[in-house]
Structure formats: structure tokens, C-alpha cells
């Protein structure tokens, strides 16, 4: 069940907007009208998805399964992680700013450049 939760809550969410969208798209009953279409056909399809079709479910069911046996990493580890990833940014950086410099002045001594 609560694999299905969220997308419920995410189709709604999609059926809350469109059917607002629908609502301004038209003026008079023909905007409500469109609206009410279109709040019965996606609010009629997310149910479906989220809570009868065998697939859908089967697949929120297999990811929440996985989704507990995902060890998160702890603060510490994060920021250790955030460091190493910042600084291998800023030395292949300062690298290739170097191998830039250094080709563009053998290209201009041969006068390729």
C-alpha cells in the first residue's frame, strides 16, 4: 500500500493542475465542462495506475523493497565525499587550464595558432 501512495498523491497532484488548466482554457459551462472531463478521465486513470494495474503495481512494490535495503551514508561521509568530489573538480580543472596554456603557445611557436 504504501508503494501506491505516492503515486496517487503524484497523479492528483497532475489532476488537480490540468483540470485548473481546463477550467481557465475555456470560458462559461464549456470550461467546467472541459474541466470535468478532464478531472474524470485523469483522476479514473490514476486510481487505475496507482492502485489496480498489476505491473505498476508490482513495480512500486519491487522498488520499495529495494528502496529498504539502501544503506544511506551518514553526514560525515557525505561531506568526506563532497570534499574528495570538489577538489577532483578543481585539479582536473586547473589541468586542462594548464594543457590549454601550454598547447596554445606550442601552436603559436609552429604558427598553427
Keep these: 500500500m504504501w508503494a501506491r501512495v505516492p503515486a496517487a498523491i ?3 497532484i497532475v489532476t488537480y493542475f490540468a483540470t485548473d488548466w481546463a477550467m ?3 470560458e462559461g459551462n464549456a470550461g467546467y465542462v472541459l474541466a470535468g472531463v478532464v478531472f474524470a478521465v485523469l483522476a479514473t486513470a490514476t486510481l487505475y495506475i496507482a492502485f489496480f494495474h498489476k505491473k505498476t503495481g508490482d513495480m512500486l512494490i519491487d522498488t520499495e523493497n529495494e528502496m ?3 544503506v544511506w ?3 560525515e561521509e557525505v561531506a568526506g565525499s563532497t570534499i574528495v568530489v570538489i577538489g577532483s573538480v578543481v585539479l582536473m580543472g586547473a589541468a586542462i587550464f594548464i594543457m590549454d596554456i601550454v598547447l596554445t603557445q606550442v601552436l603559436s611557436i ?3 595558432y
Excluded: F, M
Aim: charged fraction near 25%.
Design 10 to 12: 503524484v497523479g492528483g
Design 24 to 26: 481557465g482554457a475555456l
Design 68 to 70: 529498504r535495503k539502501v
Design 73 to 75: 551514508p551518514d553526514r
Design 110 to 112: 609552429i604558427g598553427v
